[in-house]
């Protein structure tokens, strides 16, 4: 089963799933480019499910002990 690449979840939604902090999250978007959110007509950033399951998943690779830049490569 593949995951929605649709935007459907807003920055707020996104922290409260994955814990992860909304700087640490801008972060792996802006230094490894793990996703590239949509944007609201407002500017806000979207994510999909697809987003959601990177973002889960680089945490899992960082809690095994990986650097993040090679949880990213990875990913």
Same mark, same amino acid.
């Given at each position: 089963?593949?995951?929605? !690449?649709?935007?459907?979840?807003?920055?707020?939604?996104?922290? !409260?799933?994955?814990?992860?902090?909304?700087?640490?999250? #801008?972060?792996?978007?802006?230094?490894?480019?793990?996703?590239?959110?949509?944007? $609201?007509?407002? #500017?806000?950033?979207?994510? $999909?499910?697809?987003?959601? $399951?990177?973002?889960?998943?680089?945490?899992?690779?960082?809690?095994?002990?990986?650097?993040?830049?090679?949880?990213? #490569?990875?990913?």
């Amino acid at each position: 089963m593949s995951l929605s !690449k649709s935007p459907a979840f807003n920055l707020k939604v996104i922290l !409260k799933e994955t814990g992860i902090a909304a700087d640490t999250l #801008r972060a792996w978007e802006r230094r490894y480019g793990l996703f590239e959110p949509d944007r $609201s007509p407002g #500017r806000f950033r979207l994510y $999909s499910d697809a987003d959601v $399951s990177r973002v889960e998943a680089m945490r899992a690779q960082i809690a095994n002990g990986l650097s993040a830049a090679e949880a990213a #490569r990875r990913v």
